[in-house]
């Protein structure tokens, strides 16, 4: 069935709202303005009705009632929640991508690695730590549980974007590293376990810049 033109701007919509959220432009209990957004893209209320659902199924907004939508907010326990759901869920794609991975796609990872030690602000620095968990995850070839994973990405993401946002210091990430050695070496569940810790350690609280080191959420 040919996509809907109103199902496509829905998306774009829901994209770019998303990228403003996670990077903390539209900061947490923002209310989102359907009039405003309708406005902005050329668009009736249908595809911005739909673009809210798909921002809240992800987690980024609540639908309150009388009060509209908002952009949710997250404390020390929704983070918690999201690591632990990551480690689990990132862990079971490694273990069915490690036998499709090969030394490209290893390499392939080695090099988002290195570009997020040369990057110079926070967003350069995610899309870099991103390919890098992408490049070994994909292989998997679990679509659904790679959305899954790429939701609870977008939700670390913004919480390390508010712990960053004061300063920045491309931090060397020494669990991808660890990772990638063990996978070289064909150590699945010495790589699973390192990429389980990797996941699943909270930093500071919000506000505070995290520390680098070999066990930073990301």
């Keep these: ?5 109103s199902e496509s701007l829905a998306a774009r919509i829901g994209r770019q709202l998303a990228s403003r959220i996670v990077s903390g432009e539209i900061p947490p209990g923002a209310r ?3 009039d405003h957004i309708a406005t902005e893209f050329g668009s009736s209320h249908v595809p911005v009705r739909e673009a809210f659902r798909q921002l809240e199924a992800q987690g980024l907004v609540e639908s309150l009632p009388r009060r509209g939508v908002r952009v949710a907010a997250f404390g ?10 990551r480690g689990a869920l990132e862990v079971l794609a490694l273990r069915n991508a490690a036998p499709h991975l090969t030394p490209a796609i290893l390499d392939e990872a080695e090099a988002a690695t290195r570009a997020g030690d040369r990057a110079r602000d926070m967003q350069n620095w995610d899309a870099a730590n991103r390919r890098f968990h992408r490049s070994i995850l994909a292989p ?10 790429e939701d609870l990405h977008s939700a670390s993401t913004r919480f390390l974007m508010s712990g960053w946002r004061a300063e920045w210091d491309a ?6 590293r660890a990772i990638l050695v063990a996978l070289r070496a064909g150590n699945v569940e010495q790589a699973a376990a390192l990429l389980e810790r990797h996941v699943t350690w909270v930093g500071p609280a919000p506000g505070r810049r995290p520390a680098a080191g070999p066990a930073r959420q990301t």
Excluded: K
Excluded at 78 to 84: M, N, Y
């Design 1 to 5: 069935m040919p996509q809907m033109p």
């Design 32 to 34: 989102l303005r359907q």
């Design 76 to 85: 020390l326990e929704e983070v918690r929640e999201v690591a632990q759901m």
């Design 140 to 149: 998997c070839g679990m679509p659904r549980l790679l959305r899954s994973i």
């Design 171 to 176: 931090p060397t990430d020494r669990d991808h």
